[in-house]
């Protein structure tokens, strides 16, 4: 079965400075991993996603997520916040066969101050 | 081009009641998924439909049904209302069930039972 845990429910930044959202998995198998960005009252936008081609993985808006392994880990990260980076972000996970079905995270909720 | 759309954006319903919830998807895609979000969690998967033919289904009761039609809309209907009812009810539409296809959220119809 694949899971995923995000680490941090919250997590509050200076504009400017680095991000940095944690993901652990937990999976049997080779994963399929996603982050998703949800702003207030919007719908949910991918960011990214990791399907076994490349460990670095580069999203939309400056973000990218490292795949680990040995870690079992999927972090994302910015090297520069901005405001508008504001919102929750959910790790997102993926399971196939009989269900077919993405498997979210708890999220995080990134705060950004000016 | 338009994106996923769901309707109605808002509903308030009572306990018992039942509601319909409509979603369009993307011109060509044929997957449609539907995600519960109550507050302050992350989405859970309810139901996934492919070529009107249900793919699978989340741990939810026998009161939460859908149905694909020919066109590839959507409907979610929930009987017998409950107070935890509430929440942001999520349709995502996809090219087809795998997990390489990027899944595109409407955004969403929020629910409140009293």
């Known amino acids: 079965a694949q899971s995923v845990t995000q680490l941090d429910s919250h997590v509050s930044v200076s504009e400017g400075t680095p991000v940095l959202l944690r993901c652990n998995y937990s999976?049997?198998?080779?994963?399929?991993l996603f982050w998703y960005v949800q702003h207030p009252n919007k719908g949910l936008q991918l960011l990214l996603k990791?399907?076994?081609?490349?460990?670095l993985v580069k999203g939309i808006n400056g973000f990218e997520a490292e795949f680990k392994k040995s870690e079992t880990s999927f972090h994302l990260t910015k090297p520069s916040a901005h405001m508008s980076d504001a919102a929750e972000y959910f790790c997102?996970?993926?399971?196939?066969?009989?269900?077919?079905?993405?498997?979210f995270g708890t999220g995080t909720l990134l705060a950004v101050q000016p | 081009d338009a994106g996923v759309t769901q309707s109605p954006t808002h509903l308030i319903k009572t306990r018992g009641q039942h509601v319909t919830l409509r979603c369009s998807p993307i011109?060509?895609?044929?997957?449609v998924s539907w995600y519960q979000q109550v507050l302050g969690q992350g989405p859970q998967f309810i139901f996934q439909?492919?070529?009107?033919?249900?793919?699978g289904r989340g741990n939810f009761p026998d009161r939460f049904s859908a149905r694909q039609f020919p066109n590839y809309s959507s409907e979610l209907n929930v009987n017998a209302l409950l107070l935890g009812d509430s929440a942001l009810y999520l349709c995502?539409?996809?090219?087809?069930?795998?997990?390489?296809?990027?899944?595109?959220f409407g955004p969403g119809t929020r629910l409140t039972v009293l």
């Open positions: 990791y399907t076994s081609a490349a460990t």
């Open positions: 999976s049997s198998y080779s994963p399929s």
């Open positions: 995502a539409s996809r090219l087809s069930p795998s997990s390489y296809n990027e899944q595109f």
């Open positions: 439909y492919y070529e009107k033919e249900e793919r």
């Open positions: 011109s060509g895609h044929k997957s």
């Open positions: 997102v996970g993926y399971r196939g066969g009989a269900t077919n079905k993405l498997i």
